[in-house]
């Protein structure tokens, strides 16, 4: 079992810049690729980046491409996310997931542990 606990979520205003958080305890945090997902109010569940158990290789959603970078590490058993230039678009509910393999994926259901969210607010 792996547990996650998100943080960071605030409300902001457009332009601005957060940093969420991940911690994991449980298995062997490295082990496992690591994802982040959204869900806004009224819609689906969406991808937004993901990276690689050793953080060589990463996956950005189009959307978020050049404003959010995803890192983690090891040592601390932490994973982020951070989000620059926020849009009022990126207003949502923000998923923490480690997946059950090493290599990155869009897919929800490569992702057998899930945090319990927080939540980002972006006002224009």
């Known amino acids: 079992q792996v547990q996650l606990v998100e943080s960071g979520g605030g409300l902001v205003q457009a332009g601005d810049s957060l940093r969420l958080s991940c911690a994991a305890s449980?298995?062997?945090?490295?082990?496992?690729?690591m994802g982040w997902f959204r869900q806004a109010p009224g819609q689906e569940r969406e991808f937004v980046a993901a990276i690689s158990w050793l953080g060589g290789n990463t996956d950005y959603d189009d959307s978020v491409r050049g404003r959010f970078t995803i890192s983690r590490d090891n040592a601390k058993n932490t994973v982020f996310l951070q989000m620059n230039s926020l849009k009022p678009e990126d207003t949502a509910v923000y998923y923490c997931a480690a997946s059950g393999s090493r290599r990155v994926s869009r897919a929800s259901y490569e992702y057998a542990y899930w945090g319990q969210g927080t939540r980002v607010t972006v006002s224009s």
């Open positions: 449980g298995r062997t945090f490295s082990s496992y690729a």
